[in-house]
């Protein structure tokens, strides 16, 4: 009976030690699964979205091909060693179609370029394409050596060049600009000092990818507001002149974005009179 009440406490600090074990475990555990759970869900998210955009754009499209060509670009690589041509695969598995006379750049004027091409069916800029609408804000990355895909934690622009999102937008205005055929627009800031700047995407890739086989000209749209900055006598303007490949036409028109806006509510003024 003495015996008993002593070896009663031991067992009891055992029986301690064995529960808190037990929870150290489940919490290892639960947050081993949480983590492994959530990025599995941030992948399969990301890809439903992919897909329904893919479904949604062209009925009847092979979006299983294009996820798996998009997918060969950038998973199981460092995320910041991905160079543009890793897109090349998916730009030929899913190609920039030509629409002559209704291409449109842009620079610095995403807002008032998409409120148009978003209420009139005037004119397309990149974004409006198939690979276009279907990455347009989304941002993904894999690992070296990972099968996965990560939209949380990816590096941009400050980080390194070659990121996994960056070139897949510079591969796509490349192949977008080597399609601009006809009549091509651009819509550039006339409230800046430089509409023209080389270090942008319209400057560094897309003029330089035109092509004067199939291009016919590029009228620049030099979007004002109350205070103009900048006129179509800009000097930057007149260096677009002269990186254009001998035998496209340059012309350039300034226009306030009061005008572009209205343009944008009259959907059945024809396109051609919007400027
Ligand atoms: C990015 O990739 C291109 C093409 O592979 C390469 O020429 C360039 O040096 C890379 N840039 C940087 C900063 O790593
Ligand atoms: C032009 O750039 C200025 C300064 O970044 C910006 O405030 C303005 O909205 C831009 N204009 C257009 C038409 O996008």
């Not at 070896?7 to 529960?19: D, S």
């Not at 894999?142 to 400050?158: Q, V």
């Not at 409230?191 to 023209?196: E, Y």
Request: glycine residues 4%.
């Amino acid at each position: 009976m003495e015996e008993g009440q002593r070896q009663k406490p031991k067992k009891r600090r055992k029986l301690f030690w064995i529960c808190i074990f037990v929870v150290v475990i489940l919490v290892v555990v639960g947050i081993v699964l949480w983590v492994t759970l959530r990025k599995k869900s941030e992948a399969e998210e990301f890809k439903a979205v992919f897909t329904s955009r893919c479904k949604a754009y062209i009925e009847g499209y092979d979006c299983e091909k294009t996820w798996s060509a998009f997918q060969h670009a950038y998973v199981g690589k460092d995320p910041c060693l991905v160079p543009p041509d890793a897109y090349q695969l998916l730009v030929d598995a899913a190609p920039f179609e030509p629409a002559c006379n209704r291409m449109m750049f842009w620079s610095k004027t995403k807002d008032v370029v998409h409120d148009l091409t978003s209420k009139r069916d005037c004119f397309i800029t990149m974004e409006d394409t198939f690979l276009g609408t279907v990455l347009n804000e989304l941002t993904w990355c894999s690992k070296e050596g990972s099968s996965d895909t990560f939209t949380s934690g990816c590096p941009g622009w400050t980080d390194c060049v070659n990121n996994t999102v960056s070139s897949f937008w510079s591969k796509a205005s490349e192949s977008y600009a080597q399609v601009a055929c006809g009549s091509v627009s651009v819509m550039l800031n006339g409230s800046i000092a430089v509409p023209f700047n080389p270090t942008s995407i319209f400057a560094s890739i897309e003029v330089k990818n035109f092509n004067p086989a199939i291009m016919k000209s590029l009228k620049v749209v030099l979007v004002t507001q109350e205070k103009e900055v900048s006129d179509c006598a800009n000097p930057s303007l007149k260096n677009l002149q002269k990186e254009l490949a001998q035998g496209i036409a340059y012309s350039c028109q300034e226009v306030p974005e009061s005008q572009i806006q209205e343009c944008a509510l009259q959907p059945h003024k024809p396109c051609g009179s919007c400027w």
